[in-house]
């Protein structure tokens, strides 16, 4: 799909505007946050990288809040680590997270140029070859901390992606962080609608965009081998790839905490997909995020709830809290 063929509008897609409500004093304090952290993002990457090494240190000792959650993830899915390496890891993740974080109005405050120069992008022939051949294409993308940029990248190549998101509570945030999203092209789905319009736009020619690792639930999810534990997971992605007539290709966005470079990493198309059965195709979208999570755990929002549908009714963050109060 060329720029000058793209008609991003539809009215089904999720478009919020800015309202004038948005000035009331209940939204002072997110405008004064934006305000403060705008230069912040002009420090020098040493001194960003230095604060949030130092914030990260903290937070991992205290193991409380969204650090408490990534300490439960840890420990569940690296139960062979020692105490010492997995409070690494989620230092590590705390410390690319707050490198993210502070530089995020980057992507706004830039230009298209910036954002090329500031990118090591590896593999992007396996989206153009599959786009040659005339076939659509689902990218496969994991949480990590730069989740938002393949999409933000490939739209100001002329490569528009169509997601699906919840909308935020805060509608500051999430009026801004829409339109940082969509920026430069592409068309952002709210969940509540349903999924048609996001499968009509991906055999429209939009890239799909499509988050494997949330829990949603046990209504909507089966159990599956998720590194030495297991997760409920969607088992939709072969059934989606079927009614898009879409290829699914992975992609892993990464920071690199010390010089402020985002790398994408898009790796070539599932093969043999859909595999027959639901159980197999979510284990393969599990394994990849094992593969590339396992490699680069600090890149990885550890701090979600992945794990809090348990087989036997349990929560696993709610008896983690009461273990902390003893």
């Known amino acids: 799909m060329s720029a000058s063929q793209q008609n991003d509008f539809d009215p089904l897609a999720y478009n919020p505007t800015f309202q004038w409500h948005f000035l009331k004093p209940k939204y002072w304090g997110t405008w004064l946050t934006l305000v403060l952290l705008i230069p912040v993002a002009l420090l020098p990457i040493r001194l960003r990288y230095w604060l949030s090494s130092k914030v990260a240190g903290w937070l991992a000792k205290q193991r409380k809040s969204t650090a408490l959650t990534a300490w439960v993830n840890l420990e569940l899915c690296f139960p062979e680590k020692s105490e010492q390496e997995r409070e690494e890891i989620l230092k590590q993740t705390l410390t690319t997270a707050g490198v993210f974080l502070t530089g995020f109005s980057l992507l706004t405050l830039r230009s298209k140029h910036w954002l090329t120069q ?61 339109r940082q999203r969509v920026q430069y092209g592409g068309r952002v789905y709210e969940r509540s609608g349903g999924v048609k319009p996001f499968i009509k736009s991906v055999r429209d020619g939009y890239l799909g965009y499509y988050l494997p690792d949330q829990d949603h639930g046990p209504e909507h999810s089966i159990f599956v081998d998720f590194f030495a534990t297991t997760k409920a997971t969607l088992p939709g ?17 990464m920071i690199d905490a010390k010089t402020g470079r985002y790398v994408v990493e898009i790796f070539p198309a599932f093969e043999n997909f859909p595999t027959g059965t639901e159980q197999q195709d979510a284990r393969k979208m599990n394994a990849f995020i094992e593969q590339q999570a396992g490699q680069y755990p600090e890149q990885y929002m550890w701090i979600l709830k992945l794990l809090k549908t348990q087989q036997d009714g349990s929560n696993v963050y709610k008896l983690a809290k009461q273990k902390l109060k003893k």
């Open 118 to 178: 500031q990118c090591d992008i590896r593999g992007l022939e396996n989206i153009e070859n599959v786009l040659s051949q005339g076939k659509n294409a689902i990218l496969l993308v994991p949480h990590t901390w730069a989740i938002d940029i393949p999409a933000i990248l490939l739209a100001s190549k002329g490569m528009p992606v169509s997601a699906m998101a919840k909308k935020q509570s805060n509608e500051v945030m999430d009026w801004l962080m829409h």
């Open 237 to 253: 992605l072969g059934k989606l790839s079927k009614v898009s007539k879409a290829v699914i290709v992975p992609v892993y966005s």
